[in-house]
Every structure is written in structure tokens, then in C-alpha cells.
């Protein structure tokens, strides 16, 4: 039988059911995976003992015959962005030294309520800026994959713990978030599927904010299915969050194995990059093949503003964080750092509490949305974005889904890209644009580069078409038949990269 | 009505306009639920929203929206159906999230108009500019320990209404004449409490000056003041220390500048108070405030009859004169009070006893017109009494501080006391007959032309009959009897 951490969700919620091992012992497993993989650095907090409370209460309830649904007893992964009541929340800043919420973010609550088992919360880049998990005031993350020679990489970011714990086998599901590519990447990097719902799906309540008209929590698994899972317990309307939709939530599960026979599939012209690795060329090719031959038929569009997305984004989401990010002041909770007049104060505890990726962002964002600059930055972001938006809703009159590469590479070595911040944005080349227009997007592993590291192909669906995001991910999924593991890894390449 | 200050180089008007700040009248703040009662105890109505707690979001309190738009119709205002809310980043202890929630280029209320009633019974008209919603701050309070300042959050996110006239005002006077105004609409309404003392309305007053018929000048803003009074101070002294710096060589200089009521001037702020680039942005969290026309006309019809229309009505109904109906409109329970005392009875009197005796009881107890201890029914019998005849005019008078003192009715009064006037003419004869004998000397004087006299007379007719006698009935027994 497969290590109970290394269990899909959907499988450890048949097992429970079945009553083939309990809620406890599934837990108590992952809790003796989390401590032996510690050197992943995947985790800033663990909390085996809410673990085993809530494991033994789901044990209770399916005793009686109230267990809550397929995610009761399931043991996850918390990325440390959402405020968890009672439990230490540091957004992987040191400025939130200390800070335990006194609140449940509404995402991570909706989880608790369907029975889900928190194991701890994970690292991720401060204030989720970043796109290697190397930004985290609790250090780097290491992905589950070696690269040549046993070369530590990184798990990609910022949702780089949540993905390193279900890649690395310590939990079978965690939560992320997805600002410009932040579950997305990541799940590329570690070799998992990786989604990021449509803007407004899951509620903002609870979860520290970064750039607030594009953050998004989504699910980290190791399937198509348990991601379909996760987000059916994870999303929601929310009075408390303006930005949410007030839509019910579908049965994601709806269209899994329902193949995709007559979908239509656009592949965007634009997002062949020169420079691209030939490899994620070849994937990409190799994944249109997928789904034509499984009855889909591949249509070229175009998406004429997508060169200007990631400029665009990097204008709109700093200038959000610098905005956002101006309460963490040592006035009221976290890092004080004393100072001779409040000025001063600000200055100690915001300088010694910021990591210099923040800083940069906060400078950036103030920069942009400064009098005399506002409108030559922040205005035309916005009138880019609008127009990203457009380009996303005409190809959608052709086409169901869109099918794109996730990254423009497989996982690099923590230290790579450390000096040049513009080297390490473009890691979100093609997560970014449908970030910006609020589309839901995928990543489903699909394949190996040269250097037997994990691929993965990236799908994104009209607003609010979660059901069809699945379904194509699931015939993607199922045509790649991605079964590598990291130090497991086969002598030969698989998919497209031979 | 003009008001210019003279100088060397001729005389200068003064241009100012007002930015009112009116706290909305409501059971929770504009994004959170938390309670905004007045004088609770320092951070007891913080919510987590307030507080500005990691991943915490406004949520738009639709109440304060309804309260914002029927302001806006109250001051005949267009109502913008989509307006948005900004950001205002400024960094100090007692904003916790680092930015204000306002907004900003698209507010919610448009251009407006005033009118203002003029002392002289003549009416101006002052342009609204615009009228838009945002959060207030928390307070910081400097004097609690030698060292350190404390934060007092009750305030932060509390609903305010920012109501800005265009630059029509000519006169100390006139501003203090329109903040009344404001004041009054936004109590007719219900929208604002208009109390200055507890901080639920205060104004920022931008002065500048100018030769007649020139363009504007620089002008400066006067921050935060809060009392009429101390807004026409303000404007008279910063209108004279512009005209000083001009005649004497000197630029005024665009900024901010504060009110010290202890020594009646204005002084600048420090730079770091008010140099700020605000970084405005709309709000990530709110979306756009969108508004249906239903809505809207559904809260025009919850707007009540308005002071304006009420003066005129009470002009045209009861003949009153532009002043009167003026004074009476200014306060809604007063020009209720006054309503319900006139209705079927001698408009005039009316004014009299309302805008007279009662003001001035009123006053003299410290109550407001809603607490009188003479309800407008019972100051109509009262009225009733001396119409008909019951009693004097002088006897109603005492009459009604009676009913002040002990909120008995007027009849009862008269009853009990025996106070009813003596309009039997025999019976007056008799004490007219007695008083003649009693004073044949001064029957004598009257009898040779000392008209005067006669007045003294009836003085004593009325001691005799302690004041109970019909006086024009004495009068005319006394001219009777002593002439020829």
C-alpha cells in the first residue's frame, strides 16, 4: 500500500470511509512525515496537537455517521498568509514577530468546518513577494527535486512549503495563494497540480494581503481530482469580503473524466518567448497533441497585450502592497522597534522588519502611485489591464480553455537569480496575464526536463468556468500519465523532453 | 450686504469656502460594525476591521450610503449613481491601516445649492460643490503621559460626510450664516446630529483675498474648526493677515494653517502635519458604489418638508415676514412648535409668544424647544384664554410662567387662581366710581386738559381689581367719567 502521506485525497477520503485506517492514524503519519522532512524547510509552524484534536473529532463524527464530506480527516497544509486563530501567523516577515490571530481566515475556517486537519502553516516568500520562496524571513525553502548533483533548488514561489510538503510527501493537500503565479509556479517546480480559482471564488477575508484586486487562494495536491476536492470546501461567498462573488459553488468534480472530446482548446501565439528552453517548447506541443488525440480541437489565438502583462503587473501589484502593507507600523501588533519620536519608530521597525524584496516592492508602489507619476504608471497599468482583460474575453469567444506552458523553466538552484530581480519575475510570464484578468488557471504536471525536473502545463478557463478548468486538466493529467517523483526519478525523461 | 477690508491699495474682498465635516448619524461605522456611540470609554468600539488587523476588509455600511444620498438630495444635489472609493495613504499613529478610506475623483454627491437667509430678510445662494463619503481617524491623546502618546481607536472608521461649497462666500458672516444652514438641513434630515461640541461636525475654511472683480489669490486652510463662532474669528483674522501681507510687499503663501481660539489667530501648521502626497487610489477591497435610480428615489421620498419650503409656506399661510419665518424654520422642532401653536389662531401672536416668551423661558431654563415644559397645545389655550377674553394679555403672561414652573395647563391656572378678567361693566364701574372719589384732585387735573393723568387712573382701576379687569373697558369708563 502507498505511504499514507503519499496518498491522494480523494483515495485517503475512500479509505476513511471505508474505514480502512482512521482520521488519527492518516494524521499521525503525515505528523511523522512533516518531522522527518524538516530539512525542506516547508514549514514555519507545525501544530500536531490541533492535527490530532481535529483528527480524532472527524474520527468521532464518522463514528457517528456525520462525517462532513470527502475532506473530513484529511490532513493539509496551511501556507502561513492565512490568519489561523490561536496559531502563530507571520506572512514569513519578521515584522509580524509574535502575531497570533485572534480570527480564522474564512478559507482556512470554510476547511475546518469540512473537516479538514490543519498540520501547520508554510513557508513561503514574505508577504508572498516572490517566486522562489527565498524571500521568507524563516529562510528557503527546498523543493523535494535535487538537481544535477544533488544541487538544492528551489520550490518556486511564493507558495513554495505548501508546494514542497505535498511534493515532498509530508501532506497529501495544502492551500496557497496566487497573486501573480504563486500557486501556480510553484506546483510547476515540485511536479504538482497547482490552481488558482477566479478572482472572487474564495474569500480574501483573513488572508494577509499583498496586492488585493489579484490575490487568490487556491489548492496545492497531487491531483486534478483533489484540487476539484479542496476547492469545493475552500470557496464560498463571504459578506465579509467585498470582492467576492456572490455565485454558489459548483461541483468542480462535475466534468472529471468526462474527457475532451469537441472542447476547444486556444493555444496564444504570444506566448512562445525567444530564449524559451526548446524543452518547454516541446511539452507544450506535446500537450496540445494530448488533447487533440483525445478528441479536442487546438485553435491558434491571439492575446495582442500579453508582453505587457508582467510590466503591467509588477506596476499594479507593488503599488497595492505599498498601500496594503503601510499598517504593519509597530504601532499595534508585531515588530516594534523603538525610536525617539514616532518617525523614527516607523522607520526602525519598518527597516529592520522588511525584507529587501518588500522594500523594493513598497518603493516600486509609492514610486507609481506618487503625484507627477501616478498617471504615466498606475493609470496605464490599469488601462493595460483592461485591455488584458479584453484580449482573454475575445479569445474566449473561440476557444473554452487556453493551454500554455506554467513556467518559462524547471525549478533553478536557490542563490540563482538572487541579483536580478527582473530575471526572477519573469518566472511569472505566464501566470501573470490571467492574474491580471481574473481567469481561473491550472498547472498539471506533465513532464521532465533534461535534468529529469518537473514540468508543467498551464490551462485557463473563462470566469467563474471552474468545471471546464478541471475537466481539461483532467484529460491533460490523464494523458500525461506524470507519475515521476522526486528521488525516485526514472533514467528517462518523460513527455515531451526526450 | 458687503463686507471689505481697505488698504493702501484700495479695498479687499474676502473669498472663502467651507469643508464641512459632518459625522453620519449611525449605529455602526462606514465599513465595520462596530458602535460609535459618544464619550465611551478609549477602545471599546474597535472592530478587528478598525484596528487594521492583518487580511481584515472594509465592508460598505449601507445605511451610511442611504444617509450620503439623502444629504445630497437634501441639498438639492445630483446623486452620482456609480462613485468610488479612494485611498489616502498618509502614515500616523492613529490611522491604523495607514491610509483613509474617502473618495476621491468620483464622489458620490455632486454640485448643489444653499440659500442662505440674511439677517436683512433677503436670501443668497452658495454653491455646492461636492459632497463625498470617508472614514474618520482614531484620536491621539498627547496629554494622558509625559512621554508617550496613547491611541484612542473608538473614532477610527466612524462614517463622515465632507461637504465642500464653492468659493461663494463674501463674509465672515455669511460662513457662519451657512454652516448654520448645513447644520439645520443635516438635522431636518437626520443625517448628521450637527453637535460641534462633541465633534460630530467641524469645518476646514480656505480664505483667500482679492482686489473686486480680480481673479483668486492664493488661499489658505484653515484646519479643523469647531464652532461657528470660531469659524467667523478665524476667517476676520486670516482675511486681515492676507491684506497685511499684501500691502506690505508680501506673498501669501498656499498651506495649512491652525486656529488658536485661546488667542483668537491663525498660525501655520508644521510642514510634516500637512505635506503629504496622498498617493490616492481606488480601493482594492470596495468595489465601485453603484446605485440604482429606484434607490434613490425611493430616499427622496423619505426627505421631509425643508426649511426653505416651510418658510415660504409659512410666509404665504400665515403672512409672516421673511425674518420671523426665517427664525422659526432654523431648528425643525421650533417651526413644528410654532405650527401647531398658529394653526386657527392669530399667526402673529403666535410669533410673539414663541419667538418672545417661550425663547426666553426656554432659555432662562436651559431646555431645548423638544423638552418645554409648555407644550404647543397648551400655549395655544393659553392664547385661546386671552382671545376670547378669559384673561388680560398681562395675566397671560404671568399666567404662563406658571406653566413653565409647574406644566399645569393654562385653565387650570386661571381657575384656581381665579384669574379670569373682570368684563362685567357694573362691577367695574363700582371700582372706577370708588377710585374718582378717592382721588378728587387728580379727577380735577384730568378735567383741565392733563390727559396724562388718565393713564395714572387706570394703573390704579386695575391695582384696585388686582389686575383682573378688562383694561379697555376701564379705559373707556375712566374717559366717560372725568370728561366734561
Same mark, same amino acid.
Given at each position: 500500500m502507498t505511504a499514507f502521506p503519499e496518498l491522494s485525497i480523494a483515495a485517503a477520503g475512500k479509505g476513511l470511509e471505508a474505514g480502512d485506517f482512521t482520521a488519527e492514524e492518516l494524521t499521525r503519519a503525515c505528523i511523522e512525515a512533516l518531522e522527518s522532512g524538516r530539512d525542506l524547510n516547508a514549514?514555519?509552524?507545525?501544530t500536531p496537537d490541533i492535527a490530532l484534536d481535529r483528527a480524532k473529532a472527524s474520527d468521532a463524527r464518522r463514528a457517528d455517521g456525520r462525517a462532513a464530506g470527502p475532506m473530513d480527516g484529511i490532513p493539509i497544509a496551511i501556507k502561513d498568509l492565512f490568519c489561523t486563530e490561536g496559531v502563530l501567523t507571520t506572512?514569513?516577515?519578521?515584522?509580524?514577530?509574535?502575531f497570533t490571530p485572534a480570527y480564522e481566515s474564512t478559507v482556512s475556517a470554510n476547511l475546518k468546518d469540512s473537516g479538514a486537519v490543519m498540520l501547520g502553516k508554510t513557508n513561503l516568500d514574505e508577504f508572498a513577494?516572490?517566486?522562489?520562496?527565498?524571500?521568507s524571513y524563516y529562510g528557503p525553502v527546498k523543493n523535494p527535486w535535487k538537481g544535477p548533483g544533488g544541487k538544492d533548488l528551489v520550490p518556486g514561489g511564493s507558495s513554495g512549503g505548501s508546494a514542497a510538503a505535498v511534493a515532498g510527501g509530508l501532506c497529501p493537500g495544502a492551500i496557497g495563494t496566487d497573486t501573480g503565479g504563486s500557486i501556480r509556479q510553484p506546483a510547476s517546480f515540485c511536479g504538482i497540480v497547482g490552481m488558482k480559482p477566479t478572482y472572487?471564488?474564495?474569500?480574501?477575508?483573513g488572508i494577509v494581503a499583498f496586492a488585493s484586486s489579484l490575490d487568490q487562494a487556491g489548492p496545492l495536491t497531487r491531483t486534478v481530482e483533489d484540487a476539484a476536492i479542496m476547492l469545493g470546501a475552500m470557496a464560498g461567498h463571504d459578506a465579509?469580503?467585498?470582492?467576492?462573488?456572490p455565485i454558489d459553488v459548483a461541483d468542480?468534480?462535475?466534468?472529471?473524466?468526462? !474527457? /475532451?472530446?469537441?472542447m476547444k482548446v486556444g493555444i496564444p501565439?504570444?506566448?512562445?518567448?525567444?530564449?524559451?528552453?526548446a524543452e518547454v517548447e516541446a511539452l507544450w506541443r506535446q500537450g496540445m497533441d494530448w488533447l487533440k488525440g483525445q478528441g479536442a480541437e487546438c485553435i491558434d489565438v491571439s492575446l495582442p497585450h500579453t508582453k505587457y502583462a508582467l510590466p503591467a503587473y509588477y506596476i499594479v501589484a507593488p503599488a497595492e502592497a505599498s498601500s496594503n502593507l503601510a499598517?504593519?507600523? !509597530? /504601532?499595534?501588533?508585531?515588530?516594534r522597534v523603538e525610536g525617539s519620536t514616532l518617525d523614527d519608530m516607523y522607520e526602525a521597525t519598518r527597516g529592520e522588519g522588511f525584507g529587501d524584496e518588500v522594500r523594493r516592492r513598497v518603493l516600486i508602489g509609492t514610486y507609481v502611485l506618487s503625484a507627477g507619476y501616478y498617471d504615466a504608471y498606475y493609470r496605464q497599468a490599469q488601462k493595460v489591464r483592461t485591455l488584458i482583460a479584453r484580449d482573454f474575453t475575445e479569445a474566449f469567444e473561440q476557444v473554452d480553455v487556453l493551454l500554455t506552458?506554467?513556467?518559462?523553466?524547471?525549478a533553478f538552484a536557490i542563490g540563482e537569480k538572487m541579483d536580478d530581480p527582473v530575471a526572477m519575475y519573469l518566472n511569472d510570464v505566464f501566470t501573470v496575464p490571467a492574474s491580471m484578468a481574473g481567469l481561473p488557471a491550472i498547472s498539471v504536471p506533465a513532464g521532465l526536463d533534461g535534468d529529469g525536473l518537473p514540468l508543467g502545463l498551464h490551462l485557463i478557463a473563462k470566469p467563474f468556468d471552474e468545471v471546464t478548468l478541471f475537466r481539461a486538466a483532467s484529460a491533460l493529467e490523464q494523458a500525461a500519465g506524470f507519475d515521476a517523483k522526486p528521488g525516485a526519478r526514472p533514467s528517462t525523461p518523460q513527455g515531451g523532453a526526450s | 450686504m458687503t463686507y471689505l477690508i481697505s488698504g493702501e491699495s484700495g479695498d479687499w474682498e474676502v473669498v472663502i469656502g467651507l469643508e464641512i465635516h459632518a459625522q453620519i448619524v449611525?449605529?455602526?461605522k462606514l465599513f465595520s460594525g462596530a458602535a460609535t456611540a459618544f464619550?465611551?470609554?478609549?477602545?471599546?468600539?474597535?472592530s478587528l476591521v478598525d484596528a487594521a488587523m492583518p487580511g481584515m476588509l472594509p465592508v460598505i455600511n449601507e445605511h451610511c450610503v442611504a444617509q450620503a444620498v439623502k444629504t445630497g438630495l437634501g441639498l438639492k444635489a445630483k446623486i452620482n449613481l456609480h462613485s468610488v472609493f479612494e485611498r489616502k495613504n498618509y502614515f500616523y499613529a492613529d490611522l491604523p491601516q495607514g491610509y483613509q478610506i474617502s473618495q476621491y475623483a468620483e464622489p458620490i454627491v455632486g454640485e448643489g445649492t444653499v440659500i442662505l437667509d440674511m439677517p436683512d430678510g433677503e436670501t443668497r445662494e452658495i454653491g455646492i460643490e461636492r459632497l463625498h463619503m470617508e472614514q474618520d481617524a482614531g484620536k491621539s491623546l498627547h496629554d494622558q503621559d509625559p512621554k508617550r502618546s496613547f491611541i484612542d481607536?473608538?473614532?477610527?472608521?466612524i462614517a463622515l460626510m465632507e461637504i465642500v461649497s464653492k468659493p461663494d462666500l463674501r463674509t465672515p458672516e455669511e460662513a457662519g450664516i451657512y454652516l448654520r444652514k448645513i447644520r439645520t438641513i443635516l438635522r431636518y434630515l437626520h443625517?448628521?446630529?450637527?453637535?460641534m461640541e462633541e465633534g460630530s461636525m467641524r469645518a476646514d475654511v480656505n480664505v483667500s483675498v482679492r482686489h473686486p472683480g480680480e481673479d483668486l489669490r492664493t488661499r489658505t486652510e484653515i484646519k479643523n474648526v469647531n464652532s461657528v463662532r470660531f469659524v467667523m474669528q478665524a476667517i476676520e483674522y486670516e482675511a486681515e493677515r492676507q491684506v497685511e501681507a499684501y500691502e506690505s510687499g508680501e506673498d501669501v503663501v498656499q498651506e495649512t494653517r491652525q486656529f488658536d481660539s485661546t488667542k483668537g489667530e491663525t498660525r501655520p501648521m508644521r510642514a510634516k502635519e500637512f505635506?503629504?502626497?496622498?498617493?490616492?487610489?481606488?480601493?482594492?477591497?470596495l468595489l465601485p458604489l453603484v446605485l440604482s435610480q429606484d434607490l434613490v428615489d425611493h430616499i427622496a421620498?423619505?426627505?421631509?418638508?425643508?426649511p426653505d419650503e416651510i418658510k415660504q409656506r409659512f410666509m404665504a399661510?400665515?403672512?409672516?415676514s421673511a425674518n420671523d419665518s426665517g427664525v422659526l424654520v432654523a431648528d425643525m422642532d421650533t417651526a413644528d412648535y410654532f405650527e401647531e401653536v398658529a394653526n386657527g389662531r392669530d399667526p402673529k401672536q403666535a410669533v410673539n409668544w414663541v419667538t418672545g416668551n417661550l425663547f426666553g423661558a426656554l432659555k432662562k431654563a436651559g431646555l431645548p424647544i423638544a423638552e418645554s415644559p409648555v407644550p404647543p397645545e397648551s400655549l395655544g389655550e393659553l392664547l385661546d384664554l386671552v382671545e376670547d377674553g378669559t384673561i388680560s394679555g398681562r395675566m397671560a403672561k404671568e399666567v404662563f410662567e406658571e406653566m413653565m414652573a409647574t406644566g399645569k395647563d393654562a385653565a387650570d391656572i386661571v381657575e384656581e387662581q381665579g384669574?379670569?378678567?373682570?368684563?362685567d361693566g357694573a362691577e367695574i364701574e363700582a371700582f372706577v366710581d370708588r377710585v374718582i372719589a378717592e382721588n378728587q384732585d387728580q379727577a380735577a387735573d384730568v378735567r383741565n386738559?392733563?390727559?396724562?393723568?388718565i393713564g395714572w387712573f387706570v394703573g390704579q382701576v386695575m391695582q384696585a381689581t388686582g389686575g383682573k379687569a378688562n383694561p379697555k373697558m376701564v379705559n373707556e369708563l375712566l374717559r366717560k367719567k372725568l370728561s366734561g
Open positions: 514549514f514555519i509552524t507545525e506572512a514569513g516577515s519578521h515584522i509580524l514577530d509574535g513577494m516572490g517566486s522562489a520562496n527565498v524571500t472572487g471564488r474564495c474569500s480574501r477575508w465579509k469580503d467585498s470582492t467576492s462573488a468542480f468534480s462535475a466534468g472529471l473524466g468526462e !474527457g /475532451v472530446k469537441g501565439k504570444e506566448y512562445t518567448l525567444d530564449g524559451m528552453p499598517r504593519y507600523d !509597530g /504601532v499595534r501588533y508585531g515588530l506552458p506554467t513556467a518559462p523553466s524547471a | 449611525s449605529e455602526a464619550g465611551a470609554a478609549p477602545n471599546t468600539q474597535v481607536l473608538n473614532r477610527s472608521g443625517t448628521c446630529d450637527g453637535n505635506a503629504h502626497d496622498y498617493r490616492y487610489f481606488p480601493d482594492p477591497d421620498t423619505l426627505i421631509p418638508e425643508m399661510d400665515f403672512g409672516l384669574l379670569e378678567q373682570i368684563t386738559g392733563k390727559e396724562k393723568t
